[in-house]
């Protein structure tokens, strides 16, 4: 199974960036797709999940409001569109999936079976 996110960059305090999640073929047909974020000096902490299955959505509290996850089936890619972007959110990024799920999504790292590389997400 690969994960590749593309979409990072740089933008100015209040800008927007959508972030993409493309996946491979695989059997599964139930599973949560979930963005976490990593800023230098702290630990991996989770943004957003999405199941796949009935597109429940989960958010944390510091990018409710501001920040979207979607996932377009026939591309089998996930999404994340962010909004008012601060310079908090400055951080690599990283899709990952979690099979076997129902609409309870998990937002633990450890939860998660497949990771994407990550892309770096800079605002300033």
């Known amino acids: 199974v690969q994960l590749v996110e593309s979409g990072g960059g740089s933008v100015q305090a209040g800008g927007s960036l959508r972030l993409s999640c493309a996946r491979s073929t695989w059997k599964y047909s139930t599973y949560c797709m979930g963005w976490f974020r990593q800023a230098p000096g702290k630990e991996r902490e989770w943004v957003a999940v999405i199941w796949i299955g009935g597109a429940q959505t989960y958010y944390a509290a510091s990018v409710k409001g501001r920040f979207t996850i979607s996932h377009e089936a026939a591309k089998s890619t996930t999404y994340l569109q962010m909004n008012s972007l601060k310079p908090e959110d400055t951080a690599v990024y990283s899709c990952?999936?979690?099979?076997?799920?129902?609409?309870?999504?998990?937002?633990?790292?450890?939860?998660?079976?497949?990771w994407g590389q990550g892309t770096q997400v800079t605002v300033s």
């Open positions: 990952a999936a979690a099979v076997g799920w129902d609409e309870l999504c998990p937002t633990a790292v450890a939860s998660f079976d497949h």
